[in-house]
């Protein structure tokens, strides 16, 4: 499956079959730091992503002068 | 995971409240707790005019959103830092927002103010580039507003925004910035208006979701000079420390507001004063703002 980080924009390739929890796991992304995004849908930690999907991992933290 | 309201699929966890919401109830729990917000500090009045500071980030265009929907009477205001590229962009973010939603924007640019963008005021003053565009962003904030008649400043920082500021201030213990760190700041000067943050109670997921859900078109990509700041660095530690302890952020800023910020009130009173060279509320005789513009117009 597909997944798109941001900041900078990039795409890679990890294995389906498995939980957002655990595919956040393999790329050392902690769960509340980033949107879920597939489609035009935000899901949740313990939904199945499968080979052909495409998710989005989009980052929530801001910083810099508030 | 099923919404703790409604029992539909949910899209988002919130782990610190124990709960997970389908999209409509998620929307429902943020406007409350802007709700919430603005009773426990008596931030708005229902009929009053606000400022609202908008950066195209998504915590800023939701903060607009959410009181637009709430019904006050809001103009924003756009400051243009003119960080290269991220700057046109988050501009173009803030115009298209205004015009979708009919609402006025006020576009102040920071190179006209202060005589240089971020980019040289970071050059000359050779300080790391959030304290020259911090300091212009709340005099800006405060003189826009006044030049206008409007008596309150709202601004999108949130729970995340709010924990880390007050960790960089515990880790050296400003005193002062502890005493100054509330969610809504009252004018003390005829000329400093109220500064509100209404999203306080709100962590940077939730501000995320929200602007995703409602369809905002905020930019994504961050400042390119936030890489490496300091505030940035505080939020991975606190995020760590709320993955362990859900609900750890939430208790850090809270418990410090309920429990422990009155200590570090002042018990005199600073003495404020006009500054001389721009009319500006000071507590010496030229403004930081006033010395920062004449040092980049004496090295340009």
């Not at chain 2, 943020?30 to 009929?47: I, S, T």
């Not at chain 2, 920071?110 to 709340?138: D, F, N, Q, Y």
């Not at chain 2, 201030?169 to 208006?193: E, F």
Request: proline share 4%; net charge positive; hydrophobic share 40%.
């Amino acid at each position: 499956m597909k997944v798109i980080l941001r900041n900078p924009r990039r795409e890679i390739e990890v294995a389906g079959g498995r939980r957002v929890k655990d595919v956040l796991r393999e790329l050392h992304i902690l769960p509340e730091t980033v949107l879920v995004i597939r489609g035009d849908e935000l899901i949740t930690a313990d939904q199945v992503v499968r080979d052909g999907d495409t998710i989005e991992l989009r980052p929530v933290m801001s910083g810099g002068a508030r | 995971m099923k919404c703790r309201k409604c029992g539909g699929t949910a899209v988002l966890e919130l782990r610190r409240h124990n709960a997970a919401f389908c999209a409509p109830d998620f929307l429902d729990f943020f406007r409350n707790q802007v709700r919430e917000a603005v009773r426990k500090y008596r931030m708005l009045d229902k009929d009053e005019h606000v400022l609202v500071a908008v950066s195209g980030g998504k915590d800023s265009l939701a903060l607009w959103d959410v009181l637009l929907d709430e019904g006050y009477r809001t103009t924003g205001l756009y400051l243009d830092l003119g960080i290269f590229d991220y700057s046109v962009e988050s501009r173009r973010k803030c115009e298209a927002f205004a015009a979708g939603r009919g609402v006025p924007l006020i576009v102040a640019s920071v190179a006209e103010e202060v005589g240089g963008p971020v980019p040289v005021i970071k050059e000359v003053t050779r300080r790391p580039p959030c304290s020259g565009c911090g300091l212009s962003k709340r005099y800006l904030m405060n003189r826009v507003a006044l030049d206008r008649g409007i008596g309150v400043v709202a601004t999108g920082h949130n729970l995340d925004d709010e924990a880390a500021t007050l960790f960089g201030s515990i880790a050296h213990w400003q005193t002062d910035a502890l005493a100054r760190q509330s969610p809504a700041l009252p004018s003390t000067h005829a000329k400093l208006v109220r500064r509100v943050k209404p999203l306080y109670r709100l962590s940077e997921l939730e501000t995320s979701a929200y602007a995703f859900l409602r369809r905002i078109d905020y930019i994504v990509e961050e400042c390119p000079f936030a890489k490496g700041a300091t505030s940035i660095a505080h939020k991975e530690i606190l995020n760590r420390m709320e993955d362990a302890s859900p609900g750890a952020k939430h208790n850090f800023l809270f418990g410090f507001l309920e429990k422990a910020r009155a200590a570090f009130e002042r018990t005199e009173a600073v003495e404020l004063r006009e500054c001389a060279r721009c009319g500006q509320v000071t507590t010496g005789t030229i403004c930081a703002f006033c010395k920062l513009a004449d040092q980049v117009k004496r090295t340009l």
